[in-house]
C-alpha cells in the first residue's frame, strides 16, 4: 500500500549526482552551507542545516550528494 503524496521529486540519473555540476542545485548549496558551518570550527549538525533554512527532507535526500561535492573539493 503506497500513500498518497503531493511531495515532487526531481529526477537525476545517479552518475550525475557524482557530479558537482551535474548535481541538484539544493545539494550544492546544502554541501557549501556545510562546509561554511564547519569553518566556523563546529561540526555541522542537523540542527545547524535546519537554522540555515534546509528542510528535513532536503538535508535526508541531499546529504549523500552534497558529501560527495564535499569530498571532491578537499580530496
Known sequence: ???P??????????EEMHHPRRAH????ELAFSAM??????????FTDLVAAGFT???IIEHAP?????IGARHG
Open 25 to 28: 542545485p539544493r545539494a550544492i
Open 56 to 58: 528535513t527532507a532536503e
Open 36 to 45: 561554511k558551518i564547519a569553518a566556523a570550527g563546529n561540526g555541522v549538525s
Open 5 to 14: 503524496s503531493s511531495q515532487v521529486r526531481a529526477d537525476h540519473l545517479p
Open 65 to 69: 550528494t552534497a558529501e560527495r561535492i
Open 1 to 3: 500500500m503506497t500513500r
